[in-house]
């Protein structure tokens, strides 16, 4: 059983009577079948120059979809590959990791700006922008709702941000204790998810390739044994589904698939995914029996001209 305390409400987060009736109007309709259909497209592309990094998808077929170019969101309707820009961005902002709410808030990951917002994903509108780091020497880079808080990784130290889901209380700092060695100069916590018991977090280290268990009552991090591969080096996202965990390792072109025990003390490696479109991967979300993965390119130029595309993959 998860031992997550309750998820505050939208209206507790936007406030008011006014803001509450929107919501009802402009809400997305009912929920669609959670199966993608033969007919739905297993790639898409995104606007020329997007620069993507994170992906997330809620309980409707749509996919939204964050710049590094300019902290712009875009979403993607998952029945046709069809989209639009829904959050404009601007100058000097960026979209690293990004969830979905079942209310329709997206929580960004704000990378090298060292912040973390909160936009309206019906509207597109900013409601809150948090200060988590300083404005350099960190990278704010993915997210994960858990009970009361937004869980922010920053690669650059050794700690983890919890962002209040509501108008109350304040932003609270994890130190990382325990097994947790930060690396200078490379990306260590990147990908994060929440343990299959809910009574803590999962995350990456990239370099050099490990998974931690982190306690949120004290921060101590517990590396987690690996069976079958040695490392998850290059790992980026992460997705669980039950005790099934899967780590996207961006410039390795692979996503690799892990059965947890129960306390996610021990990582078992059951199978790799590859496919020919993936062209670094780096993050991923589940949509039905599909994962859907944003392609990119980190090793290609980056450009306004440079193309991207999301895929699909079954899981």
């Known amino acids: ?61 749509y996919a939204y979809l964050g710049s590094r170019a300019n902290g712009a969101v875009y979403r993607a309707d998952l029945r046709t590959g069809a ?8 100058t000097g902002l960026a979209a690293i990791g990004l969830k979905l709410d079942d209310d329709g808030l997206l929580y960004v990951a704000g990378g090298g700006g060292g912040t973390a917002r909160i936009v309206d994903a019906r509207t597109g509108r900013l409601l809150h922008t948090h200060r988590l780091t300083g404005a350099t020497g960190h990278f704010v880079n993915d997210v994960i709702l858990h009970g009361d808080r937004a869980w922010f990784t920053d690669s650059y130290g050794p700690v983890l941000h919890g962002v209040p889901r509501s108008r109350r209380g304040g932003v609270r700092t994890l130190e990382l204790t325990g097994d947790w060695e930060q690396t200078p100069d490379v990306i260590n916590a990147n990908g994060i998810v929440t ?22 009552r004290t921060g101590r991090a517990t590396r987690i044994g690996l069976v ?9 996202g992460l997705v669980r589904v039950g005790r099934t965990l899967y780590v996207v390792q961006n ?54 001209e440079t193309t991207f595309t999301a895929v699909a993959v079954d899981r």
């Open 251 to 304: 410039r390795r072109n692979l996503v690799s698939v892990w059965d947890l025990d129960a306390r996610a003390g021990r990582a078992t490696l059951r199978r790799t995914i590859t496919d020919p479109r993936f062209d670094v991967p780096a993050t991923a979300a589940r949509f039905g029996d599909r994962l859907y993965l944003v392609n990119a390119r980190f090793t290609s130029p980056q450009t306004p």
């Open 1 to 61: 059983m998860t031992r997550n305390r309750p998820r505050p409400s939208r209206r507790t987060v936007l406030g008011g009577a006014a803001l509450a009736a929107l919501t009802v109007a402009a809400g997305p309709g009912p929920v669609q079948a959670a199966t993608p259909g033969r007919a739905w497209p297993t790639e898409f592309p995104l606007p020329d120059g997007w620069l993507p990094e994170g992906i997330a998808i809620g309980r409707g077929p």
């Open 83 to 90: 989209g639009r820009i829904v959050h404009e961005g601007g």
């Open 195 to 216: 343990t299959p018991d809910g009574g803590g977090l999962i995350v990456v280290r990239s370099t050099p390739g490990e998974l931690y268990r982190v306690s949120l």
């Open 228 to 236: 079958g591969a040695d490392d998850v080096v290059n790992g980026d």
